[in-house]
């Protein structure tokens, strides 16, 4: 964190303007993994989705929203930085931390008066260097040790990485035919033999949590957002609540309600569907209780999916639809996922748009919606703001898109989508308005479109490796970390050269 400059922005807000109540509350929700086209709204017959499809009707749907990666953690930091995760250091799942100099959504909200609380997922660091946990968390790792605590947050119930969606912190400890530690199992009955699954949840100190842990993961997960909006509402306090559900990321389990529902598909779609429609009911639940206690009209509430379904494992549970490519994959499979955005007190009647968005825009719209400015300019933002698309007047992207993910590099503007999967020794290009599934490669017919694209594209890299390598704060993380710069392209990037200090 940026001591200085969120110091001196809290002082600010406390003299000149005081904690207005008429700030608007902020929700982002998150799935994990879930693909474009896994929800009714967007086409979906089989998995049900009633409480999305209802915040479709009646807010803003965005029909080319994108993460920021076709992975979980560097979307994750997109989401609460406004960068691309090639400036922050994050360049895959389970690498790389939230630096603690990158200056996040919690951290201004709160010094702009805010309750600011993370629920779920948080996947940006280890959360305890006392004990083996999760993917990374073991004694002794204080050099990945990376807390919410640490961003801004005053309250948090989150887990390093992946949990089963139902009874999260334990697994069976025999597997019958057409289950797998991987994919996923029936849910464990009363009576069967089970092993802890061997990722925990924490709290804003640091302390495990052991109670409430039982049952469908989403609901656990709610059972905590909604106590911490409550008692933010009872201290007049505005308030930005993360949830990020671990559905539908394998292994993927629902309980008994959510398989009898779909009682006539294997085991496998029993358990997608399940858990997914197990989160649209808590997704219900949240605005109902934002209803019940007035807090809906002034709250704006986003949910996305932090990536496109997941392909190895088992490529007949989530879909696509009709784009191409899947988790990992930079083509609009793996990065256009699900958006959807509601704001009664802004979005009065419901609108679709196929301006692209994406996740690195949450920081700098609600910074544009509370009418303040980033704490520090120096600090390259990616994301712009949708502030006037919510308010019906944008209708162009001002700003290209970059995507990055091992050699898989590509840059879209409201047209076209330039495209490397080979480090940059060849490009494709893409109409994204006539051809959104991406079959029909047009880089020969538009030369000079692929040559100008190029060059804003490398100018953009460019900037990346810039912010990744320290140039807004200098290389403490960096160093410690020990980290080296993955950017995808094989060519050499030249960054800015310091002026010694005569």
């Given at each position: 964190?940026?001591?200085i400059?969120?110091?001196?922005?809290?002082?600010?807000?406390?003299?000149?303007?005081?904690?207005?109540?008429?700030?608007?509350?902020?929700?982002?929700?998150?799935?994990?993994?879930?693909?474009?086209?896994d929800?009714?709204?967007?086409?979906?017959?089989?998995?049900?989705?009633?409480?999305?499809?209802?915040?479709?009707?009646?807010?803003?749907?965005?029909?080319?929203?994108y993460?920021?990666?076709?992975v979980?953690?560097?979307?994750?930091?997109?989401?609460?930085?406004?960068?691309?995760?090639?400036?922050?250091?994050?360049?895959?799942?389970?690498?790389?931390?939230?630096?603690?100099?990158?200056?996040?959504?919690?951290?201004?909200?709160?010094?702009?008066?805010?309750?600011?609380?993370?629920?779920?997922?948080?996947?940006?660091?280890?959360?305890?260097?006392?004990?083996?946990?999760?993917?990374?968390?073991?004694?002794?790792?204080?050099?990945?040790?990376?807390?919410?605590?640490?961003?801004?947050?005053?309250?948090?119930?989150?887990?390093?990485?992946?949990?089963?969606?139902?009874?999260?912190?334990?697994?069976?400890?025999?597997?019958?035919?057409?289950?797998?530690?991987?994919?996923?199992?029936?849910?464990?009955?009363?009576?069967?033999?089970?092993?802890?699954?061997?990722?925990?949840?924490?709290?804003?100190?640091?302390?495990?949590?052991?109670?409430?842990?039982?049952?469908?993961?989403?609901?656990?997960?709610?059972?905590?957002?909604?106590?911490?909006?409550?008692?933010?509402?009872?201290?007049?306090?505005?308030?930005?609540?993360v949830?990020?559900?671990?559905?539908?990321?394998?292994?993927c389990?629902?309980?008994?309600?959510?398989?009898?529902?779909?009682?006539?598909?294997?085991?496998?779609?029993?358990?997608?569907?399940?858990?997914?429609?197990?989160?649209?009911?808590?997704?219900?639940?949240?605005?109902?209780?934002?209803?019940?206690?007035?807090?809906?009209?002034?709250?704006?509430?986003?949910?996305?999916?932090?990536?496109?379904?997941?392909?190895?494992?088992?490529?007949?549970?989530?879909?696509?639809?009709?784009?191409?490519?899947?988790?990992?994959?930079?083509?609009?499979?793996?990065?256009?996922?699900?958006?959807?955005?509601?704001?009664?007190?802004?979005?009065?009647?419901?609108?679709?748009?196929?301006?692209?968005?994406?996740?690195?825009?949450?920081?700098?719209?609600?910074?544009?919606?509370?009418?303040?400015?980033?704490?520090n300019?120096?600090?390259?933002?990616?994301?712009?703001?949708?502030?006037?698309?919510?308010?019906?007047?944008?209708t162009?992207?001002?700003?290209?898109?970059?995507?990055?993910?091992?050699?898989?590099?590509?840059?879209?503007?409201?047209?076209?989508?330039?495209?490397?999967?080979?480090?940059?020794?060849?490009?494709?290009?893409?109409?994204?308005?006539n051809?959104?599934?991406?079959?029909?490669?047009?880089?020969?017919?538009?030369?000079?479109?692929?040559?100008?694209?190029?060059?804003?594209?490398?100018?953009?890299?460019?900037?990346?490796?810039?912010?990744?390598?320290?140039?807004?704060?200098?290389?403490?993380?960096?160093?410690?970390?020990?980290?080296?710069?993955?950017?995808?392209?094989?060519?050499?990037?030249?960054?800015k050269?310091?002026?010694?200090?005569?």
């Open positions: 964190m940026n001591q400059f969120i110091c001196s922005l809290l002082v600010l807000t406390l003299c000149f303007n005081g904690f207005s109540q008429d700030k608007p509350n902020i929700i982002l929700i998150m799935a994990d993994d879930l693909g474009w086209g929800t009714g709204y967007n086409g979906n017959k089989i998995i049900k989705t009633p409480h999305l499809d209802q915040m479709a009707k009646d807010g803003l749907q965005m029909n080319r929203f993460s920021a990666s076709s979980c953690s560097p979307t994750r930091a997109s989401c609460l930085t406004g960068r691309n995760p090639y400036r922050t250091g994050i360049f895959h799942a389970n690498k790389g931390i939230l630096r603690p100099e990158e200056i996040t959504l919690s951290e201004i909200l709160k010094s702009q008066g805010y309750a600011t609380g993370h629920f779920g997922k948080w996947h940006l660091g280890t959360l305890t260097d006392k004990e083996k946990d999760a993917n990374r968390g073991k004694p002794g790792n204080t050099k990945e040790l990376n807390p919410p605590k640490l961003h801004g947050y005053d309250d948090a119930f989150v887990t390093e990485s992946k949990v089963p969606t139902y009874d999260p912190m334990w697994k069976p400890k025999k597997f019958d035919k057409n289950e797998s530690l991987k994919i996923g199992w029936s849910y464990i009955k009363e009576g069967e033999e089970k092993v802890p699954y061997g990722t925990a949840y924490w709290d804003i100190d640091g302390n495990k949590v052991t109670d409430n842990l039982n049952g469908d993961d989403s609901k656990v997960i709610m059972d905590r957002a909604i106590p911490f909006i409550d008692k933010a509402t009872a201290e007049n306090k505005p308030f930005l609540s949830i990020w559900f671990h559905t539908p990321h394998l292994p389990v629902a309980g008994p309600k959510h398989q009898e529902m779909y009682k006539d598909f294997p085991l496998e779609r029993r358990n997608y569907a399940g858990c997914v429609t197990a989160l649209d009911e808590q997704i219900g639940r949240l605005r109902a209780h934002l209803k019940k206690i007035g807090a809906d009209q002034n709250t704006m509430i986003w949910f996305c999916s932090d990536n496109g379904p997941e392909s190895k494992a088992n490529a007949n549970n989530g879909t696509a639809a009709d784009f191409r490519g899947r988790k990992r994959d930079i083509y609009e499979g793996g990065v256009r996922v699900p958006g959807v955005m509601v704001w009664p007190a802004k979005i009065k009647e419901a609108r679709q748009t196929d301006v692209p968005c994406i996740t690195s825009d949450y920081l700098p719209t609600v910074l544009d919606a509370l009418n303040i400015s980033h704490p300019p120096k600090y390259v933002l990616d994301g712009v703001s949708l502030l006037a698309l919510i308010e019906g007047k944008m162009q992207r001002p700003q290209p898109l970059g995507h990055m993910f091992s050699n898989r590099f590509s840059f879209s503007s409201n047209k076209y989508k330039l495209i490397s999967y080979d480090g940059g020794k060849s490009y494709k290009l893409y109409d994204m308005i051809d959104k599934s991406e079959t029909t490669d047009i880089s020969n017919k538009h030369p000079e479109i692929v040559s100008e694209m190029k060059k804003q594209a490398m100018l953009w890299y460019a900037s990346t490796k810039e912010s990744f390598m320290g140039e807004e704060y200098g290389k403490e993380s960096f160093e410690k970390l020990g980290q080296t710069w993955q950017g995808p392209l094989d060519i050499k990037v030249k960054t050269k310091k002026k010694s200090k005569k």
